[in-house]
C-alpha cells in the first residue's frame, strides 16, 4: 500500500515539474513529457487493475489542465469546442498502460531494455492517435518532416528518462517490502550425470 501511495504522489509530482521542463528549440521543439514518462513507469511496476485507477487519474488531470476550452472574442457567447474530447487522455494512457504490462514479466525479472524501450514508444503512439485524432477533426490529413522529428525527439527524452525512473520504483518497492520481481519464475536444472 505505500508503493502505491508513492507512485501516487510520483504522479501528482509529475504534474507539477511538467510546468517547469522548457521546450528544447535544437530538437524541433520537443519536450520531454514527464507525466507520461512517470505513468508508464509506474504501469510496469504495479498490477493491471491499478495501472488502470493511475490512468484514470492522470488522464483526467492531464485533460483538466491541457484540455479546457478556451473563451475568444468573437465566441464571447460560449467556449470554443476543444479539437480533443475531454477524456481522451484517459482511453490513451489506459490502452498504452496495457501495452507496456505486456512486459511486465520482464521487468519482474530484472530485464529493463524492452520496458525503456517501450516508454518511448508508448509515448510516441499516443501522441500520434492525438495527432491522428485532431487531423481527422480538422478535415485534412497532413505529415511534416518536422512532426516525425519532433516525436522521435518526445519519445527518445521519455526512454533516457525512463531507467532512473524504473531505478527508483524498484529501490523503493525494494525498500517497502513491495514485491515487483519474481524468485523463481525459471526452473534451475543441475547437471546429473545419472539423468542421461
Known amino acids: 500500500m505505500i508503493f502505491y501511495l ?21 530538437a524541433f521543439f520537443s519536450r520531454l513529457l514527464i507525466v507520461h514518462t512517470v ?28 484540455h479546457v476550452p478556451v473563451y475568444t472574442e468573437t465566441t464571447l457567447s460560449g467556449p470554443v469546442q476543444a479539437e480533443l474530447p475531454f477524456g481522451l487522455s484517459i482511453l490513451i494512457f489506459g490502452l498504452m498502460g496495457s501495452f507496456i504490462q505486456g512486459v511486465r514479466p520482464l521487468f519482474r ?24 485524432l485532431i487531423c481527422f477533426h480538422r478535415g485534412g490529413l497532413e505529415f511534416p518532416p518536422e512532426l516525425w522529428w519532433k516525436l522521435f525527439m518526445t519519445a527518445l527524452f521519455s526512454s533516457l528518462v525512463s531507467p532512473f525512473l524504473l531505478l527508483l520504483f524498484s529501490r523503493l518497492a525494494d525498500r517497502v517490502g513491495f514485491k515487483i520481481r519474481m524468485d523463481g519464475i525459471t526452473r534451475r536444472y543441475q547437471y546429473d550425470g545419472d539423468a542421461f
Do not use: K, N
Open 6 to 26: 508513492f507512485v501516487f504522489l510520483a504522479i501528482s509530482l509529475s504534474f507539477f515539474v511538467q510546468e517547469f521542463v522548457p521546450y528544447f528549440e535544437w
Open 39 to 66: 505513468f508508464y513507469c509506474s504501469a510496469v511496476s504495479v498490477q493491471f487493475p491499478v495501472m488502470l485507477l493511475f490512468a484514470v487519474y492522470a488522464g483526467f488531470i492531464w485533460d483538466a489542465r491541457y
Open 109 to 132: 525479472r530484472g530485464r529493463w531494455e524492452m520496458p525503456v524501450f517501450l516508454v518511448g514508444l508508448c509515448t510516441a503512439l499516443g501522441l500520434i492517435l492525438e495527432y491522428l
